[in-house]
C-alpha cells in the first residue's frame, strides 16, 4: 500500500546519500555496503521481535527459513520467496524473481553493477532475523538479470 | 508495513549519528534526504488519490494534513493557520509514529530534530507542484515540547505564478 511507496523512497535515498557522501569524502565504497548492512541487521533484529511474539517455536533451521520465505518476506515484500533451494548442510538459497526494490530499476542486464548496493540493506535484514532467531549467518546476494535475485 | 519503515528509519538516524558528530549536520542530512523523498513521493500522492488542484494555501496545508500525512503515516494532524497574510501554517500532531520505538533523545543530542526528513519531504513535495515553502519543526514532543508541530511557510502567492502562466 501507501507505506510501501515510502519504504521504497527511503530506501533508495539512503543507498544515494550514503553512496554521494562516500564520493565526497572517503571514496570507499566498501564502508557504504557495510552500513547500509548494518543498518539492516538492526531493522531485521527489531523486525523479527514483533512478528515472532506470538508464533510457536520453530522446530528446526529449515522451518526458519521456511517462515522467512513465507511470513517474513510476505510481510516486508509483499509476496513470498520465489524458490527455496539447499544443500542440507546449512547452505540455502532464496530467489525472488521479482525483487522489490529492483523493480523500478530495470527488467534485465541495465545497471547491473548498481544492484548490489539496493541488495545490502536487505542482506542485513535477513541477517538480523536469522540472529534473533539464534542462527549466526552470512548473506550474500546474487543478481543476474534484474528484477530477480538471489 | 509501517513498522518496517519507521525501524528503518530509526536505524538510519543512529547510524547518521554515529557519522556525523554535530546534530546539525545530522537535521540537514535528513532535511536533503527528505526533500529527495518529497521531489518523488508527490507523484505517488497525487496518483494515489486523485485530489484537485488547491486553489488556496488553507486549501493545500488541508490536503497535507489531512489525506496525505493520513495516506503514508496514518495520522492526521490538525491544522491552523498561524499569519494574518495566511500563508503561515501549522500542523500539530499529537501522535507522531516515526518515533513509536523512541523513548526520548540522548542527553549528547539534544537539539537533534529525529523527524526532520518530514520537513524535507513537505518542502519536496510542494516545490514539485510549484509552491515554494519553508517547513520547519516548532516543537518537538522528543524534546519536552506537549505536542509536535510542524510548521509552513508559503514563500510566494499562488496567484501571481497563476498570471505569470497567463
Known sequence: ?150 | SRELFVLTYGALVAQLCKDYEKDEDVNTYLDRMGYGIGVRLIDDFLARSAVKKCRSYSETADVIAQVAFKMYLGVTPTVSCSSAAGNEFSLILDKNPLVDFVEELPAERASLCYCNLLCGVIRGALEMVHLAAEVTFLQDRLKGDAVTEIGITFLRKAEDRKQKRD
Not at chain 1, 76 to 91: A, S
Request: hydrophobic content about 40%.
Open chain 1, 1 to 150: 500500500m501507501a507505506d510501501e511507496a515510502l519504504f521504497l523512497l527511503l530506501h533508495s535515498e539512503m543507498v544515494a546519500g550514503l553512496y554521494r557522501a562516500a564520493e565526497q569524502g572517503e571514496g570507499e565504497n566498501g564502508r557504504c555496503t557495510t552500513k547500509l548492512e548494518s543498518m539492516g541487521f538492526r531493522v531485521g533484529q527489531g523486525l523479527i521481535e514483533r512478528f515472532t511474539r506470538d508464533t510457536a517455536r520453530f522446530k528446526d533451521e529449515l522451518d526458519i527459513m521456511k517462515f522467512i520465505c513465507k511470513d517474513f518476506w510476505t510481510t516486508v515484500f509483499k509476496k513470498q520467496i520465489d524458490n527455496l533451494r539447499t544443500n542440507h548442510q546449512g547452505i540455502y538459497v532464496l530467489q525472488d524473481n521479482k525483487f522489490r526494490l529492483l523493480t523500478q530499476m530495470s527488467a534485465g542486464k541495465q545497471y547491473l553493477e548498481h544492484a548490489p548496493k539496493y541488495l545490502a540493506f536487505t542482506c542485513g535484514l535477513i541477517r538480523g532475523g536469522l540472529s534473533n532467531l539464534g542462527i549466526k549467518s552470512i548473506v550474500t546476494a546474487e543478481v543476474s538479470s534484474m528484477p530477480a535475485c538471489k
